[in-house]
């Protein structure tokens, strides 16, 4: 967090600018806007605007600001204070909706009485994500309104603003962010004061408007096809829409969509001497504005970030006489991060001047686990109990040890999700395959790995589970794991697992072959095992000792 301005009063607070992340902006907009709990599951590039709002918890009280097992169940506990008449908020990641989407398509047929907001924010150019998937598709296909951003103040603007609209509409709002807002910062202007949380109040009729019973979700469904014509009407009229004709150019013109605007901008020596340009912030989006574009130009450019969701929109199947230019074009890459220079490129402007520094060559720095990582012994042992074997199968899962498929480890063979290891190993198994070996992190199991245990348990899958217990989520900067590592064996006991095959090693440089011992006895076992091997994070360990006040 970092607000740099001294707050003398609460109206000097109000209005003043604080240099936040975008993802500061949307917590702080949410705060603003009276929320009474947020939740979310740590995932680059989301995991600031929880942090954000544990923070303010841990010195105001409220909110509630929790991490959860999972996007789901962090949607469904948001459900549970919507239900009850406060205002929620819950974030995430592209990927981490999901999982998340059960309860979040679900919830547009739900009679919204207290502002529900979902953040998603989008990885293009898959800086920490296994894809590019681009969530206002999921808004879109849960039949509900996206708000998108440009620049941070909109990200606080648009977060405070989607509680009241969610309650206008009786939908929950998504805000979608991508990766370069909510990683960077620019000053904010809070505006007015900060909205009182709601009392509690349920529902007048929840028997009627969120028991999701067929005869019941047929009539939510309807009003929710009828609320679509309100939410086309509200964006025709939203701020968030702009339009500027240029009579002196009937040629050419211009539609940006969130950060698209920042990059376009950022190649004019003078906005407002640009050709047209329709800005686009929510989708749906403003038909009559677009209308009212494609009638003064002959062709336009597209400038978003994420899939080429308005361009096709645009291009539609019938002509219309309009050329759209973007990235199914070949104009801007199909796939990547935007940036402000394939911005330039696309407009054909001749590229900036850069310089180089003579002398200086940095070395490339490939990811690699931290220098005494316990997962590092973990793979040394891994790599040995495997020996002798001709072939093997390790499937992984989404942690820093996704980083043990490189060199010089290439101990893992695949990370598809949170948690598919186990049913991996297990379909394997079922397959014939042996040894299957499944291998994630303690948070990634008790995230999404508990269940596919359950599949493995009940068909006595012949494989073997291990798990890299290391007491933290560490990709995401060592937030505390649902539940303690301590009661990782509990869990794997309780759902089935034969007491003798739930083993814990230590993963350390001096235990190496014991634990190598210990994962080839349970390989050879024929059945289902599992391994816990047990080391604190380096980074979690620091953070803890520094928490102490010793040395980090
Ligand atoms: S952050 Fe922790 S878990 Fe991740 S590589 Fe470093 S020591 Fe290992």
Same mark, same amino acid.
């Given at each position: ?24 902006? $949307?917590? +702080?907009?949410?705060?603003? &806007?009276?929320?009474? =709990? ?6 680059? #590039?989301?995991? %600031? ?125 998504? $805000?979608? +962010?991508?990766?370069?807002? &909510?990683?960077?910062? =620019? ?6 004061? #900060?909205?009182? %949380? ?125 050329? $759209? ?147 933290? $989520? ?79």
């Amino acid at each position: 967090m970092s607000e740099i301005l001294v707050e003398r009063s609460e109206e000097a607070r109000t209005t003043s600018a604080v240099v936040l992340l975008g993802n500061e902006a $949307v917590a +702080l907009g949410a705060l603003h &806007a009276g929320i009474s =709990a947020a939740y979310g599951y740590p995932g680059t #590039p989301s995991t %600031e605007i929880l942090e954000f709002l544990q923070a303010r918890a841990a010195a105001d009280g409220r909110p509630v600001a929790r991490w959860c097992a999972n996007e789901k169940t962090a949607y469904e506990a948001a459900l549970g204070v919507v239900m009850v008449g406060k205002r929620a908020l819950v974030s995430m990641k592209h990927v981490g909706l999901n999982v998340a989407a059960d309860p979040f398509v679900n919830s547009a047929l739900l009679g919204i009485h207290a502002g529900l907001v979902v953040v998603s924010c989008d990885d293009p150019g898959m800086h920490s994500s296994q894809n590019e998937q681009d969530s206002r598709h999921l808004a879109d296909f849960a039949r509900i309104l996206c708000l998108e951003p440009a620049d941070q103040q909109e990200a606080f603007d648009m977060a405070r603003a989607a509680f009241d609209l969610s309650e206008r509409f009786a939908l929950p709002v998504m $805000v979608r +962010l991508v990766t370069r807002l &909510a990683h960077s910062r =620019a000053g904010v202007l809070p505006g007015e004061p #900060p909205a009182p %949380e709601r009392t509690l109040r349920k529902p007048e009729d929840p028997g009627r408007t969120w028991t999701l019973l067929p005869s019941i979700a047929r009539a939510q469904w309807r009003r929710v096809l009828r609320t679509q014509r309100d939410l086309r009407a509200w964006a025709e009229e939203s701020p968030w829409n702009t339009l500027r004709l240029d009579p002196g150019n009937r040629d050419f013109g211009i539609v940006t969509a969130g950060i698209g605007r920042n990059y376009y901008l950022d190649n004019l020596n003078d906005p407002a001497a640009g050709p047209s340009h329709l800005h686009i912030g929510t989708f749906p989006i403003p038909a009559g504005k677009v209308r009212d574009l494609a009638r003064h130009v002959r062709s336009v450019l597209v400038i978003e970030d994420g899939y080429p969701i308005v361009e096709r929109m645009l291009r539609g199947v019938l002509t219309s006489g309009l050329e $759209v230019w973007g990235k199914e074009t070949g104009h801007l890459p199909g796939d990547g991060e935007l940036t402000p220079d394939l911005v330039r490129k696309a407009l054909n402007k001749a590229p900036r001047e850069s310089f180089n520094l003579p002398g200086l060559s940095l070395p490339p720095r490939p990811p690699q686990l931290c220098q005494g990582c316990p997962h590092r012994d973990s793979y040394a042992a891994l790599h040995r109990a495997l020996e002798g074997f001709p072939e093997t199968l390790v499937a992984a899962d989404i942690g820093c040890y996704t980083l043990g498929a490189l060199p010089p480890f290439q101990a893992i063979e695949s990370c598809v999700c949170m948690g598919a290891s186990i049913g991996m190993a297990k379909g394997a198994s079922d397959a014939g395959f042996r040894p299957a070996v499944a291998v994630l992190g303690d948070s990634t199991f008790l995230h999404s790995g508990v269940t596919p245990l359950m599949d493995a348990v009940a068909a006595d899958a012949d494989m073997t589970v291990l798990i890299l217990d290391n007491g933290t $989520v560490g990709m995401t900067g060592t937030q505390e794991t649902v539940l303690p590592s301590g009661r990782i064996r509990e869990i794997v006991l309780g759902v089935g697992v034969p007491a003798e095959h739930c083993r814990i090693v230590d993963a350390n440089p001096h235990a190496v072959d014991a634990m190598a011992k210990v994962l080839r006895e349970e390989i050879d076992h024929r059945g289902i095992s599992v391994v816990i091997a047990r080391r604190e994070c380096l980074e979690s360990l620091r953070r803890h000792r520094a928490e102490k006040g010793g040395r980090p």
